[in-house]
């Protein structure tokens, strides 16, 4: 058994890291990100008299002014038997604290930063190449138009087999290790040695590593006479410019309705889509207001600036899209602007502000609740914790919602109407106005489980690589299917899936026959021409984008 003082010993580290927290929440503000100094000298010195005392050590005892764990932390540093390494407790305790917070509140390394940042600012430094692990070897899916590997030579195929001095193929070495080794900062070099098909000794290359792009508009096309389709992946610094030069595409080629597709998208930074809901509403109409505790109500209206008034417009929404395509999703819908298709949303309404700390790491600590235009919060309950709130997914299968509308329920207390008189609810999450369930019917244990192994995923680039010199030939979605559709892919597919451990199964085949082939053409053309070789092929079994096309076209 623990004595006292042991128990107390084994509890420091924790209320000492407690401790220097609440010395940095004090600081200014600067323009843009939040920025605040640690000042935890000044703020012991504020907080704390110290007098002349009759304990041994130091030779002083201290008289709290505040708190007991500020004042427990002047008392460790001064009199712990062992000299206290703060920094290494403050990352321990930062998660530690935050856990008590709402399920967004997150402390972030300095090692992790830039990884976190990567997606929101929309760019990174790099070589600009797809790889995918074929085994145990790094091969090149394709590489960036004008991106650093492309000016040097590298191509779709290769196979990295060193990084400078370091062999990468056949060592069992991870693909986030790789990515670390390939990454670095702008106008560096690396040096890439490459297996090429043909080739009989390998090719040397010295990239210099560049700014590469993370775009977060997929895709935009035309799905269907003056119908397009933008397929939204997240919500960064470049996703407004990314739309408008989609939107630009798509006028050009007479479209006048659009899908916006938000499903699978997690969110990002709000202003993203509070930019793009502008140019469907008119001048005043509120999009979007947050409030909290220490944040006065924001009201966000739309401008004069909005080109697409007049275009007709749906949102597509599912389980896991969340935070700022919540919030274009209710602007929309509480506008009565355009429809809302597919199936309930993530539900969260949370507002993270960050706040940098002078070693790179971060604080996004939640600061206010966001409401949609008639006054809802959409943010789902996380009172039972963070396992029950990220394991909701898995609850609604249970409870059957996600294929059939009225197995939702909501509470009346959160019912709300819209200028035109359609009923919304708040406290979980946006319901779509025309509810599509997931298809379950082509369904079988042999597609669930090569699917869970990555097999289509997989044999579309061992396919790839080994027909490359006819597929390359393509430059559209409808040439790469049509190439495909003369091919054995089923009867390949089926005997590669054999050879990796998944011996046939012909009742389930013939009943998944069909995701199984889209599938398969879909991640070809990916593989070929990139999303745009993707989407159109796997919009045809795609239900929830079949019902918005059939929509758009009655509107």
């Known amino acids: 058994m623990k004595t006292k003082k042991e128990r107390v010993i084994v509890f420091m580290p924790v209320i000492i890291s407690i401790a220097l927290i609440v010395g940095i929440l004090v600081g200014n503000w600067i323009t843009g990100i939040r920025i605040r100094s640690i000042v935890t000298d000044e703020v012991n010195k504020q907080r704390f008299s110290i007098r002349p005392g009759n304990n041994s050590g130091s030779g002083f005892s201290l008289t709290p002014r505040n708190n007991k764990i500020s004042s427990a932390i002047q008392y460790i540093v001064n009199e712990y038997v062992d000299t206290v390494n703060l920094d290494d407790l403050s990352e321990v305790a930062m998660p530690a604290l935050l856990d008590k917070l709402d399920p967004h509140s997150i402390y972030i390394p300095a090692t992790e930063f830039q990884r976190f940042s990567e997606p929101l600012v929309g760019n990174f430094s790099g070589i600009g190449v797809s790889f995918n692990m074929t085994d145990d070897t790094v091969a090149i899916i394709n590489t960036i138009p004008n991106g650093p590997s492309e000016m040097v030579g590298i191509a779709a195929g290769d196979r990295i087999i060193r990084v400078n001095d370091s062999l990468v193929a056949g060592v069992n070495m991870l693909s986030d290790d790789i990515v670390k080794m390939l990454k670095g900062p702008k106008n560096t070099q690396v040096k890439v040695s490459v297996y090429r098909r043909g080739e009989k000794e390998p090719l040397d290359f010295e990239i210099t590593r560049g700014d590469i792009p993370i775009y977060s508009v997929d895709v935009a096309y035309k799905v269907q006479d003056n119908i397009g389709y933008i397929k939204i992946s997240q919500f960064a610094q470049t ?63 739309a401008t004069s600036r909005g080109i697409l008034k007049e275009d007709k417009v749906v949102v597509l929404i599912d389980e896991s899209s969340a935070s700022a395509s919540e919030i274009l999703a209710g602007a929309i819908q509480d506008n009565d602007r355009g429809l809302v298709i597919g ?27 966001y409401y949609t235009p008639t006054g809802r919060s959409i943010q789902r309950s996380y009172e039972n914790g963070k396992d029950d709130y990220y394991h909701d997914y898995a609850e609604r299968f249970r409870r059957g919602e996600m294929e059939h509308r009225d197995s939702i329920k909501f509470d009346d207390s959160q019912k709300f109407v819209t200028p035109g008189g359609k009923i919304v609810y708040g406290g979980g999450g946006i319901m779509p106005d025309v509810f599509v369930p997931i298809d379950t019917t082509s369904f079988s244990d042999y597609y669930n489980r090569v699917r869970s192994l990555g097999l289509m995923y997989r044999f579309a680039f061992y396919y790839t690589d080994k027909n490359r010199t006819a597929l390359e030939q393509f430059s559209t979605a409808k040439e790469i299917e049509d190439y495909l559709n003369d091919q054995n892919l089923i009867p390949e597919f089926i005997q590669y899936a054999k050879e990796e451990g998944v011996p046939p199964v012909y009742p389930d085949i013939r009943i998944s026959e069909a995701p199984l082939y889209q599938t398969i053409k879909a991640y070809i053309g990916r593989n070929v021409i990139d999303n745009i070789g993707f989407y159109p092929i796997i919009a045809k079994i795609d239900n929830t984008l079949q019902v918005a096309i059939d929509t758009m076209a009655k509107l």
């Open 239 to 301: 996703t407004f410019r990314e739309f408008m030069q989609a939107i630009e595409t798509l006028k050009s080629q007479g479209v006048e309705k659009l899908i916006i597709d938000l499903r699978n998208n997690g969110g990002g930074i709000m202003e993203a889509a509070t930019m793009i809901a502008d140019q469907f509403l008119e001048e005043g109409q509120l999009i979007v207001y947050t409030e909290g505790k220490a944040r006065p109500r924001e009201n966000d209206y």
């Open 343 to 369: 199936r309930r949303s993530f539900g969260k309404g949370l507002v993270q502000e960050e706040m940098r700390f002078p070693d790179g790491s971060a604080l996004r600590l939640t600061v206010a609740r």
